[in-house]
């Protein structure tokens, strides 16, 4: 062994000493240096140990002996070699009384990192390098080092605190700050000891310490976290994976390292959701901030591969926005939606962008967020210029789907209508995009939007009728059975008494309307179809343009094999007096009402409807003889013949229309000859004598004997 200098400078009492080893430790020659302020004689006289002091500046002096001086003191063969006593003079260990409480309560003692483990348990750094003069030496062993001045790379000038005390103070508090929307903690046993190889490398990363031996440590992690194993990622996180590598990924600046850690927490994160969520609450108000602002740092370009570790932060964030009580901490942390906002401005890689708009997605569909993110300073303006402009489909899909979830929110929905670059967006995407699910969410989000009565016009007139082109088009014309659906939804919400006139003037709309109800594959998208129909039509008046059009509309509706309310739209347009005439004359109404009626495949409601409709019109005078043909006859005939109590009021209803018929003498003849209803008048005839003779009928006008009566003078 060569005899060596070693300087340990005590900072705290201001007090430097030099100990020169010779190659007999045991005749180690002191000597003590005193402050500049204090003069020494003795130590200005001894010229080779303050030349050798003043030469020093920070690495290791090495004397050369002479043969002799090595001769007279060659080490002993029953003594331990001086390198290794020189090592165990170094060595730092813990008192007896700190042994025995860490044997007796293991939880109650600090380690120097003092990170707790997702089991609630210390982990612990085994090797802390303490800044030796050569700048490899070590000292090993499980307790706190001796503070070292900070001039040799310690932790000089710091109390006995663990070196991550600080920040698990930090975390603390802002962990109590976010109780309130924090999930509750849960835990998981493993036992299985197939996870060896997971704690190994995890105690392997407790104890790296230095460049060299961190990325030996990360490297072999990412060789047992590159896997697509559920349960075994749940073990990792188990552990305490991620409180390690968080850990590693504060305390070091290299771009490697950040780039490797980054990846080893992607794959960890991989993990189910319960221990995701588990992970949050441990170490996520450290890690999040941190990834955060590495996040930006590679956005800076100030980073070797860059896109790598932007790759890996995305995916981290992203598996803990597709946890949904972690949504609203998550984007609550500071700078999260700057960082959502920035992907419409930085360099990004396609992957990057889309994994960033999924994570935006997430944390909008979620009702807490939804406000708070609207509100954010450019982030509307983000989703809308990758909608618009960005050539990944699945980018275009996330801001899709952030759009519709932001219009979910009543509190969004009318500044949201207002934005015209929005609304051209959602039409955009809704009738041009090759992605059905980006077409889907966009006339969702239309849809959302129309929700809100004060935006109803504001959808109808914007852009000439843009809006309901655009829903027109997919409610007609789109392969997505969905997207279908929901145009129709939106043409529903959208029809209103002061939007219905403009619809029904929309070119093709009520005609799209009717051909889509009676036609259309899904029986989901008919009877909305239907639904929107009569929706309009309930506040299209005669005095309106649209009003023949709405009736052609009605007619070809009809024929739909759903159940639908066509017979009471018509049934109410019957009872206004100024409509019956051009419905009684308007083609198709009258064969409309009639086959409703005479098709047992109705329900026994819309045949009710249809019955009541011409009931009405047979109390306009001009209609009379419009209205006696045999179709209708033949349905009034059916209607009078009905037996049962459900069929009372139809029967009832019947009897008045053939009353008002015959009221016109010309009509009376061909009433009498139609089959089937002098036998259907007599058996009203007879229903109402019983019920006169019962007591029942006070009050009520008896109109079956004198039509009776009527009918059989004329034949």
């Known amino acids: 062994a060569r005899p060596f200098l070693l300087t340990t400078v005590l900072s705290r009492w201001g007090v430097q000493c030099t100990m020169r080893l010779v190659n007999d430790p045991m005749k180690a020659i002191p000597a003590v240096i005193k402050p500049p302020n ?30 002799q001086s090595q001769k007279l003191h060659q080490t002993p063969k029953t003594e331990k070699p001086l390198k290794q006593r020189s090592r165990d003079a170094l060595k730092v260990t813990r008192s007896e009384k700190t042994q025995r409480q860490h044997r ?18 210390q982990l612990d750094f085994r090797s802390i390098d303490v800044g030796s003069v050569s700048g490899s030496q070590s000292v090993s062993g499980g307790g706190r080092p001796k503070s070292r001045n900070a001039g040799s790379g310690s932790f000089g000038g710091r109390d006995d605190r ?68 559920a349960d075994k990622h749940n073990a990792e996180l188990h552990y305490g994976a991620a409180n390690v590598l968080s850990l590693v990924l504060s305390m070091t600046d290299s771009d490697d390292e950040v780039r490797m850690v980054c990846a080893a927490l992607e794959m960890v994160f991989r993990a189910g959701h319960d221990n995701v969520k588990t992970a949050f609450v441990d170490v996520g108000a450290a890690v999040v901030p941190l990834l955060l602002r590495l996040l930006e740092r590679c956005e800076s370009g100030n980073m070797k ?44 890689n396609a992957d990057c962008r889309t994994g960033r708009m999924r ?28 909608a618009t402009l960005d050539l990944s489909d699945k980018a275009r899909e996330f801001a899709s789907a952030t759009l519709m979830d932001l219009a979910s929110a009543p509190l969004n929905q009318r500044p949201m209508a207002q934005i015209d670059k929005l609304l051209g967006t959602l039409v955009k995407l809704a009738v041009i995009d090759d992605s059905d699910e980006t077409r889907e ?15 109803r016009v504001r959808l109808v007139t914007y852009g000439s009728g843009v809006v309901l ?28 008494e002061e939007t219905a006139e403009r619809m029904g003037m929309h070119k093709g709309l009520l005609e799209t309307l009717a051909m889509v109800s009676t036609n259309d594959e899904n029986n989901d998208v008919q009877k909305r179809a239907s639904l929107a129909l009569t929706k309009v039509a309930t506040n299209i008046t005669i005095n309106m343009q649209c009003h023949e059009t709405l009736l052609d509309a009605l007619v070809v509706a009809s024929v739909s094999a759903n159940a639908n309310n066509v017979s009471a739209v018509l049934r109410v347009k019957a009872r206004i007096p100024e409509n019956r005439e051009q419905m009684a004359q308007h083609p198709g109404v009258l064969d409309t009402l009639s086959d409703i009626i005479l098709s047992n495949a109705n329900e026994t409601k819309d045949r009710d409807n249809a ?83 019962s007591g029942e009928g006070n009050g009520q006008a008896f109109l079956a004997k004198p039509l009776l009566m009527s009918l059989l003078v004329a034949l």
């Open 611 to 693: 019955m009541r409709a011409i009931m009405h019109l047979t109390n306009e005078p001009a209609n009379l003889k419009v209205l006696c043909f045999k179709t209708v006859l033949d349905a009034l005939v059916l209607g009078a013949e009905m037996d049962g109590k459900e069929f009372a009021e139809m029967r009832d209803s019947a009897i008045v229309a053939i009353e008002r018929l015959a009221t016109e003498i010309s009509n009376r003849k061909q009433i009498a000859r139609t089959p089937g209803l002098i036998t259907a008048v007599a058996k009203a005839t007879e229903r109402e004598l019983k019920t006169e003779l």
């Open 104 to 121: 007796r309560n293991p939880s109650s003692s600090h380690s120097v990192i003092g990170i707790p483990t997702s089991r609630g348990k």
């Open 162 to 229: 663990s070196v991550g005390s600080e920040r698990r103070e930090r975390s603390k508090t802002t962990m109590r700050n976010q109780s309130k929307t924090m999930p509750q903690r849960k835990t998981k046993e493993f036992f299985q000891e197939e996870y060896q190889d997971v704690k190994d490398v995890i105690e392997e990363l407790n104890r790296a310490i230095g460049h060299d031996r961190r990325i030996a440590a990360i490297t072999n992690a990412c060789a047992v976290f590159d896997h697509c194993i």
């Open 359 to 386: 994570v935006m997605a997430n944390l909008a569909n979620c009702d807490q967020n939804k406000v708070m993110m609207l509100e954010h300073d450019g982030l509307i303006e983000s989703v809308l210029k990758i």
């Open 441 to 455: 969410y966009a006339i969702t989000g239309l849809q959302n939007l129309a929700f809100a009565k004060e935006n």
């Open 469 to 496: 082109e655009a829903l027109k088009k997919t409610v007609s014309g789109d392969p997505n059975s969905k997207a279908r659906r929901r145009a129709a939804g939106a043409l529903t919400n959208l029809a209103c």
């Open 38 to 67: 204090v003069s020494s004689g003795s130590m200005a006289s001894s010229v080779s140990m303050s030349s050798s002091f003043s030469s020093f500046k920070g690495k290791v002096i090495r004397d050369t002996p002479s043969k």
């Open 305 to 348: 591969h860059a896109d790598v570790s932007i790759m890996n932060i995305t995916k981290v964030l992203l598996y803990i926005s597709r946890v949904c009580d972690l949504r609203v901490p998550l984007a609550r942390h500071q700078g999260m939606l700057n960082a959502l906002v920035r992907v419409a401005t930085s360099i990004l």
